[in-house]
């Protein structure tokens, strides 16, 4: 079945750490995006990938980084310099360079412990 | 920047009803807009895509209308069931899909 694939479902950070949220999808798109979602509000863009090997920052980057090597996978780090890191974080993935449908992953819930 | 403005932020209705969901934004330079559906503690599903050019889109039970011009959406849902029961987000792309989401109406529809 064609999807976006987001794993692990839950993760735990420790303070000074780096940690890596799996996005995966075998739609075929181009375009792929990090979201990120606090308790009762809406999703908030982190990055964006129209293509291989290049993506931008979205309104909310700073602590965050992101590579772009193959086009199915897109993998989220969220640095130590992230003071708030506790979330829902939410991949996303479209055709034609973003002017299609946003398909979405089931989340990765992050927690600071 | 694009801002999303959902109205109401939470709506609870009797079984079988029709209700309406309001979306309005501030930029209408838009290319399209889309309505998605999250139940709690999952990802969004896609209700409907309207493109810029396009008035309105239907599916089954679900009619959404975009007036680019005035910076508004509305998202009709018609003989309301329990299953329906969510938050309901809309989401105009300016540029490259690059999404605006407002923060959600959240709908309970009572047995």
């Known amino acids: 079945d064609g999807g976006i694939t987001q794993s692990p479902k839950y993760l735990f950070r420790k303070e000074g750490q780096n940690v890596t949220l799996s996005c995966e999808q075998n739609?075929?798109?181009?375009?792929m995006y990090w979201y990120r979602q606090d308790p009762g509000q809406g999703l908030r863009l982190i990055y964006y990938s129209q293509i291989v090997n290049d993506f931008q920052k979205g309104d909310i980057a700073e602590g965050y980084s992101v590579s772009r090597e193959k086009k199915e996978s897109f993998p989220l780090t969220v640095t130590s310099a992230q003071k708030n890191p506790t979330a829902f974080y939410l991949c996303a993935s479209s055709g034609r360079q973003g002017n299609e449908k946003l398909f979405f992953g089931s989340g990765t819930q992050l927690s600071v412990l | 920047k694009q801002e999303v403005t959902q109205i109401p932020a939470a709506l609870s209705v009797p079984e079988g009803e029709n209700l309406v969901l309001n979306c309005s934004f501030t930029?209408?330079?838009?290319?399209?807009l889309q309505w998605f559906r999250q139940d709690p503690g999952k990802g969004l599903t896609s209700l409907l895509l309207?493109?810029?050019?396009?008035r309105e889109q239907t599916s089954g039970r679900l009619n959404a209308s975009l007036d680019k011009s005035s910076g508004r959406s509305t998202l009709y849902i018609a003989a309301s069931q329990p299953g329906d029961s969510a938050t309901y987000l809309c989401?105009?792309?300016?540029?490259?899909?690059?999404?605006?989401f407002g923060d959600g109406t959240t709908l309970t529809v009572k047995p």
């Open positions: 739609l075929n798109h181009d375009a």
């Open positions: 989401a105009p792309s300016i540029n490259a899909g690059k999404s605006t």
């Open positions: 930029d209408s330079a838009i290319y399209n």
């Open positions: 309207i493109q810029s050019s396009q």
